[in-house]
């Protein structure tokens, strides 16, 4: 019998990758990624969201959310295209914000699991993106 009562995480558990800029067209996880989130060796953990903001001027592009089994990336067995979000163009300023995403995901990741991203064309100002869920 499964486990009927619900599961919360007992600490929270927050990484990020800063300077995304390399542009990368493989859709099945392969090539260059950025972690932006590993899961608990032991019990898992809990991804509910990514915070993606933009660290300056960027061309449009799209980011694409991959899970990783713990394995080499540069096997595409090993990945799964879990999200995408187009990324609009954007302009640095010191008067006005520019505008970031925020990616549910609200998925349990197994143990040793990764969370990596791409973009679709390459950026000159990048990305932060924070992954943000909980350890079980």
């Known amino acids: 019998m499964g486990n009927n009562a619900?599961?919360?995480?007992?600490?929270?558990?927050?990484?990020?990758?800063?300077g995304i800029t390399a542009a990368n067209t493989a859709k099945?996880?392969?090539?260059?990624?950025?972690?932006?989130?590993?899961?608990?060796?032991t019990n898992g953990s809990y991804l509910?969201?990514?915070?993606?903001?933009p660290k300056g001027t960027n061309v449009a592009s799209v980011l694409r959310?991959?899970?990783?089994?713990?394995?080499?990336?540069?096997?595409a067995a090993n990945n799964v295209?879990?999200?995408e979000i187009g990324l609009a163009a954007t302009t640095n300023s010191e008067i006005a914000a520019i505008a970031g995403y925020e990616v549910p995901i609200n998925l349990p990741i197994p143990p040793g699991y990764k969370v990596n991203?791409?973009?679709g064309t390459a950026v000159a100002g990048g990305y932060a993106v924070?992954?943000?869920?909980g350890d079980y």
């Open 48 to 53: 509910q969201k990514l915070i993606v903001r």
């Open 6 to 18: 619900p599961i919360f995480s007992k600490i929270a558990h927050i990484e990020w990758a800063t």
């Open 117 to 119: 991203v791409t973009l």
């Open 28 to 41: 099945d996880g392969t090539g260059t990624v950025d972690t932006v989130f590993v899961a608990d060796a």
């Open 65 to 75: 959310v991959f899970l990783n089994n713990g394995l080499t990336n540069a096997t």
């Open 81 to 83: 295209l879990i999200a």
């Open 130 to 133: 924070a992954g943000c869920g």
